[in-house]
């Protein structure tokens, strides 16, 4: 099974900043890496899949990056709404993998 | 519009089961995999298994295979989670998705509770 490893747990910043989370994987998961916030009593909404494609809708200040096993996600300058927990999803192999988690919470 | 709402849920004793269904609409259903991750109260995501487009092939994490089985009915564009033995730790908000390179689609959720 492929770990995948949030830092850090928690990122505490102000709107208007730039916020850089990371997702670490155990092993190579090529571009198979999917962002998704989640905020209290909603469903996870897909961010970015495949590493660096932003989904349907997503405003262009969220991008991402990487490949293997290092991956980015960046929020270029932080909206209110921007306030949630992150994850990373690899679907590179069975069992598809969440990381822990990311907390992005107003400074 | 798309659509996937769960239904299901509820309060069981430990050793019971309990069938989770996905009702969706608005997209064509049989081209999608379809995928159930859980969230337990206060705790992060975890993906429980997902399925192919056809239903030829499914697969799911260790903690609950051969206890939980995904199945789905492409002509009914419904998905189901079939769980047998239930454990306290199965206590989770129950999601399903519709998944391409990632998962666009989300359902509400349906909370199932095992205690005794």
């Not at chain 1, 730039?18 to 909603?42: E, H």
């Not at chain 1, 096993?69 to 909206?79: A, R, W």
């Amino acid at each position: 099974e492929i770990v995948l490893t949030q830092s850090p747990a928690t990122l505490s910043l102000s709107p208007g900043e730039r916020a850089t989370l990371s997702c670490r994987a155990s092993q190579s998961v090529s571009s198979y890496l999917a962002w998704y916030q989640q905020k209290p009593g909603q469903a996870p909404r897909l961010l970015i899949y495949d590493a660096s494609n932003r989904a349907t809708g997503i405003p262009a200040r969220f991008s991402g990056s990487g490949s293997g096993t290092d991956f980015t996600l960046t929020i270029s300058s932080l909206e209110p709404e921007d306030f949630a927990v992150y994850y990373c999803l690899h679907r590179s192999n069975w069992p598809n993998t969440f990381g822990q988690g990311t907390k992005l919470e107003i400074k | 519009e798309v659509q996937l709402v769960e239904s299901g849920g509820g309060l069981v004793q430990p050793g019971e089961s309990l069938k989770l269904s996905c009702a969706t609409s608005g997209f064509t259903f049989s081209t999608y995999w379809m995928t159930w991750v859980r969230q337990a109260p206060g705790k992060g995501l975890e993906w429980v298994g997902n399925i192919k487009p056809d239903g030829s092939d499914k697969y799911h994490v260790d903690s609950v295979k051969g206890r939980f089985t995904i199945s789905r009915d492409n002509a009914k564009n419904s998905l189901y989670l079939e769980m047998n033995s239930l454990r306290v730790e199965d206590t989770a908000v129950y999601y399903c998705a519709s998944c391409k390179e990632g998962c666009d689609y989300w359902g509400q959720g349906t909370l199932v509770t095992v205690s005794s």
